[in-house]
């Protein structure tokens, strides 16, 4: 902690001070999500930040979530604890490569995962987020050629699930790459009938061994709703303080990765806020998201597209 200060209370007196609304996503470290407004996944927060009528919206998750937030809510102060919280599928998808991949296939609609700049968003049709983009494939026609952006685990997961053939682009999420099949499955024999909760960005290889999946909202409902005395969670570990919260006589397991245990599949990109860097922005107004105005209305509608056909 910073000398002298509380910083708990110094964010309780500076979100009441500046009109402030904290959003969480479930990645973030307990206290952070403790103290937040609201904690979601990436839909809920973008909704949440499209209909906030705080005048600041301090964004407790990666950088693409909080320039989502900014796209939606221009008029609103966006800040971010850190702005070098970044995204490996972010970084996988340079806008001039992907500008390239779209011209190169120009029958083909891009549909991409909310998980990228707001460049690549502005050179795509519609935005996904894991829990509605099953959804919104059921709405394109089957004979639609698409683009899938730039998550390849999930877009072959929502191939194989809709039977759809789609055009991936090779990014993955450093995260949930990392978990490990043999010693999920040395878990799930230590375990006999935990079930798996996973994430599509997960690997196939992880997926076929899962009971349920879906978004991080999704997997909460489910741990929530278990009859199970252990349950095994194939994400990022600290959605986990949620349901450890919800349901304390439950034993969560985090899904392990190579070395057997789940600290590896940390998001090294959320870890950077702190609870001290979420007091210094709320003081400082800073780090903000700028965007430039041509930017932010070619990204709106890709992203609007999303929120109506998610509705
Ligand atoms: P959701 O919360 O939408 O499931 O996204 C998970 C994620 O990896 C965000 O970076
Ligand atoms: Fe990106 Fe993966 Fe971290 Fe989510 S968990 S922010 S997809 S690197």
Request: glycine share 4%; net charge negative.
């Amino acid at each position: 902690s910073l000398a002298g200060v509380d910083i708990k209370d110094e964010i309780n007196r500076l979100r009441t001070e500046r009109n402030a609304v904290i959003l969480a996503h479930y990645y973030q470290e307990p206290e952070i999500q403790d103290i937040a407004d609201f904690v979601g996944d990436s839909l809920d927060l973008s909704r949440k930040a499209a209909e906030t009528d705080a005048d600041v919206i301090a964004f407790c998750g990666v950088r693409f979530m909080a320039e989502t937030a900014k796209i939606l809510s221009p008029e609103k102060i966006v800040i971010l604890p850190d702005m070098n919280a970044g995204c490996s599928l972010e970084d996988s998808c340079p806008p001039d490569k992907f500008k390239e991949f779209r011209d190169a296939h120009p029958d083909h609609i891009a549909l991409t995962y909310i998980n990228c700049s707001a460049a690549v968003k502005a050179l795509s049709d519609i935005i996904v987020t894991s829990s509605s983009a099953e959804k919104i494939l059921s709405q394109i026609p089957m004979d639609q050629k698409i683009i899938f952006a730039p998550d390849k685990h999930l877009g072959g997961y929502m191939a194989r699930k809709t039977g759809r053939d789609m055009l991936l682009w090779p990014g993955v999420c450093i995260v949930h790459e990392a978990f490990s099949e043999t010693e999920l499955l040395k878990l799930k024999a230590k375990h006999p009938g935990a079930p798996v909760l996973a994430h599509p960005e997960c690997p196939a290889a992880i997926l076929d061994h899962a009971d349920h999946i879906g978004s991080t909202s999704s997997i909460l409902a489910e741990a929530k709703a278990t009859e199970s005395d252990t349950v095994i969670v194939a994400t990022e570990p600290h959605i986990m303080h949620q349901m450890e919260k919800a349901l304390p006589e439950v034993t969560f397991i985090g899904a392990p990765g190579a070395d057997g245990n789940c600290n590896c599949n940390i998001c090294p990109y959320m870890a950077l806020n702190t609870m001290e860097k979420l007091y210094i922005a709320l003081r400082d107004l800073q780090p903000r998201i700028e965007m430039d105005e041509d930017l932010r209305l070619e990204a709106k509608k890709s992203l609007d597209r999303m929120l109506e056909m998610a509705s």
